[in-house]
């Protein structure tokens, strides 16, 4: 009788190769646990999809600034003091996130892409579904709730704002440009995790009925604001919310690594409101 012989060596070679090909994230994340985590809170931008190198380089994480700026690429909704600055988003990328495609663009696109680049205001000023979209189009997602409380691990909790070095939680100062706070910095390496933006996270919930500090109700210091558990029932009130995380500059000491916020819909917006996306 014949006996069929499998020879595996070369298998197991490629099974020694994949563990060290996965431990690498692109240049715009890093490494959190099993997940790359963006490293700076995203910039959102409109690109001619027909710009297929820079489209490229964005969803394989290479984008530069340099690059966006030479290819023509258009910074949009770049949070603004109070208000929401100008560009905002394109029509054909509304804020439920249903967006159309640019006409001829294959694969289909929007034309709108999420960036990890150091040195611009965060984009804000779109609802969850926005954000969504924008980390998917970028051949990313938003993080999840636990991965996001993972990347934060030793952050500053602020109690003060230098204007300088420190997270930024300042309203008068407004947003600061990305990765300008160099205390700012989780132990992961991520920056402005806390201050800046809120951040939207991918998961939802019931609108929250009241808020608590975790210093009075937990004994955690740097009195991060919690609002969070909802009355359920019938009515609005039963609509979900989605989740924001660490604060923005016009939190104030609320602001931090166990801040928050189960109060708005995935179809509101702010200028505070920012994201950031991971693969």
Known sequence: MKRTVRIVVGCTLLAGVAPA??????????????VCIDTYE????????????LVKKVQAGKARLADLTAGGATLLSASGALSCASPGYPANFPNTGNWTPVAGS?????????????????????????????CL???????????WQGAVASTPDPGTDNGTTDCNITIATGPVNTGSRSNCKSAWGV????????????????????????TTSAGIAGSDLSCFGGPGGAGANSLPVALLRGGGWVDGTDAGVFELDAFFPPSQSFSDFGFRCAR
């Open 106 to 134: 294959n694969p289909p696109s929007p034309g709108v892409y999420a960036v990890s680049v150091p040195g611009v205001l965060p984009s804000a000023c779109l609802t969850w579904f926005q954000a969504n979209q924008a």
């Open 42 to 53: 995203a910039s959102v931008w409109q690109i001619a999809p027909s710009n297929t190198a």
């Open 21 to 34: 090909l996965a431990s690498k994230c692109p240049p715009d994340s890093v490494k959190v646990g099993n």
């Open 191 to 214: 920056f402005d995790m806390v201050g800046n933006v809120d951040e939207w996270v991918a998961d939802w919930a019931d609108l929250a009925s009241t808020c608590t500090d975790w």
């Open 137 to 147: 189009l970028s051949g990313k997602r938003l993080l999840t709730n636990r991965e």
